[in-house]
């Protein structure tokens, strides 16, 4: 299995709604990223877990909430968000850098995400 | 300060022909360098790597080159189909950032039929 999942496809929410974003791999990756992206931009790095504990926080708002459960999901939680919040949300997942150096990030297909 | 650069924003190729996409490098901590193509709400797909002791790697219609002393990396697609219309990033990673990649800011290529 090579694939992350990542569910909902789509979600639509309001600003004081709280949902989940979530994400699944089964390549025993011990990496895990969540990203976001705007149209025509790079993906822009939020958080990285490394065997299951948060190792990178890239200054993202707390209204952005991640969990890593197990090694094979992560989950990033969504509460009062703004509109220009609004963005495709991945998900991706490699071998720690520390176990190898060929660390190709897997990614998964996102989740369009808009605030109203 | 942006350290990996992909100054073409877009590129048009004919159908058949090579298409050529480059990237710039500041740090020269980087040793592994990567692409990924992505359609428009996807996620980015994984084409291809170069670890930094090499200056060549090949698979099937794509090639990417690594220049170490001019800082440039490029990937060559031969020959170009239109389904290879997409956005590539350049991206690169060194034992320092962890598991951190960082990002070109992508090329559109438009393969013309």
């Known amino acids: 299995d090579t694939e992350v999942t990542q569910t909902p496809k789509h979600l639509v929410m309001g600003m004081t709604n709280k949902k989940s974003l979530k994400c699944e791999q089964h390549?025993?990756?011990?990496?895990m990223y969540w990203y976001k992206q705007k149209a025509k931009k790079p993906p822009e790095l939020m958080f990285v877990?490394?065997?299951?504990?948060?190792?990178i926080n890239e200054s993202v708002p707390s209204r952005f909430s991640p969990e890593c459960p197990n090694s094979s999901l992560l989950n990033l939680h969504l509460h009062a968000l703004q509109p220009e919040d609004s963005a495709l949300y991945l998900c991706?997942?490699?071998?720690?850098?520390?176990?190898?150096?060929?660390?190709?990030?897997?990614f998964g297909p996102g989740t369009r995400l808009t605030v109203l | 300060d942006q350290q990996v650069k992909q100054n073409s924003p877009s590129l048009s190729v004919q159908e058949g022909r090579i298409s050529i996409l480059n990237c710039d490098y500041t740090n020269s901590m980087f040793d592994y360098f990567l692409w990924y193509k992505k359609y428009p709400a996807e996620g980015p797909t994984f084409l291809i790597s170069i670890s930094s002791i090499k200056d060549k790697n090949e698979d099937g219609r794509f090639t990417v080159f690594l220049n170490k002393s001019a800082k440039h990396l490029s990937l060559h697609i031969v020959p170009s189909q239109p389904g290879d219309s997409a956005v590539y990033f350049c991206?690169?990673?060194?034992?320092?950032?962890?598991?951190?990649?960082?990002f070109g800011e992508g090329t559109q290529l438009t393969v013309n039929p």
């Open positions: 390549m025993g990756h011990r990496a």
């Open positions: 991206a690169a990673s060194a034992v320092w950032s962890g598991s951190r990649l960082t």
């Open positions: 877990y490394s065997y299951e504990k948060l190792s």
């Open positions: 991706a997942s490699s071998l720690y850098r520390g176990e190898s150096s060929y660390n190709e990030q897997f």
